[in-house]
Nanobody
Framework: AQLVESGGGLVQPGGSLRLSCAAS????????MNWYRQAPGKEREVVAY???????YYADSVKGRFTVSGDSLKNMVYLQMNSLKPEDTGVYYC?????WGQGTQVTVSS
């Protein structure tokens, strides 16, 4: 099983980014997928989760701004991030079946 994130970058406050997580070696629809982030000097925290059936969970800090979705045919999971804030800065990881991707850096700064 392997997970590969992409889509990070530098964005101004109020901007948007769409992260992607490509899963291989297993079908995420059977397990669901978590998105975590780790800010500098802080512990890794869960940001969002999507189940194979499409139900979702969001941390309070991102509720109303982030949307998680999955495409079972492509075996991809996405994290649409809108109204980004400087405190959203960090490395974002997808996680499932105990596996982690390499992470993608998101920096929100003017």
């Amino acid at each position: 099983a392997q997970l590969v994130e992409s889509g990070g970058g530098l964005v101004q406050p109020g901007g948007s980014l769409r992260l992607s997580c490509a899963a291989s070696g297993f079908s995420f629809s059977g397990y669901g997928m978590n998105w975590y982030r780790q800010a500098p000097g802080k512990e890794r925290e869960v940001v969002a989760y999507v189940s194979g059936g499409g139900s979702s969970y969001y941390a309070d800090s991102v509720k109303g701004r982030f949307t998680v979705s999955g495409d079972s045919l492509k075996n991809m999971v996405y994290l649409q991030m809108n109204s980004l804030k400087p405190e959203d800065t960090g490395v974002y990881y997808c996680n499932a079946r105990g596996k982690w991707g390499q992470g993608t850096q998101v920096t929100v700064s003017s």
